[in-house]
């Protein structure tokens, strides 16, 4: 069974940076995409960010160019370097797989005050 642990948030200024990080386990992790979502009050969980296997990385739109998604297979982490933090990144960040993903960590609080 996968677990994943994020941590890493916190309160932030408009303009400054966070790394989280996902802690996972489970045999899974080094042969599946995996991906970064947010959940902000009151709106639907979303897709942030996906890394495949190989490396091969995605972003939503509003992200591209400002966070970078990467993988240590080794360590069984997949983090999220957030930079140019606007206030509407304001969010629960949790990690799972991109495709089926299994069951939710209790994701890390980001707020960005402006």
């Known amino acids: 069974q996968v677990q994943l642990v994020e941590s890493g948030g916190g309160l932030v200024q408009a303009g400054g940076s966070l790394t989280l990080s996902c802690a996972t386990s489970?045999?899974?992790?080094?042969?599946?995409?995996m991906a970064w979502y947010r959940q902000a009050l009151g709106k639907q969980r979303e897709l942030v960010a996906v890394?495949?296997?190989?490396?091969?990385?995605n972003y939503h739109d509003s992200v591209k160019g400002r966070f970078t998604i990467s993988r240590d297979n080794a360590k069984n982490t997949v983090n999220l370097q957030m930079n140019s933090l606007k206030p509407e990144d304001t969010a629960v960040y949790y990690c799972?797989?991109?495709?089926?993903?299994?069951?939710w960590g209790q994701g890390t609080q980001v707020t960005v005050s402006s």
């Open positions: 799972n797989t991109a495709i089926s993903p299994r069951a």
């Open positions: 489970g045999d899974i992790f080094s042969i599946v995409p």
């Open positions: 890394i495949t296997s190989h490396d091969v990385t």
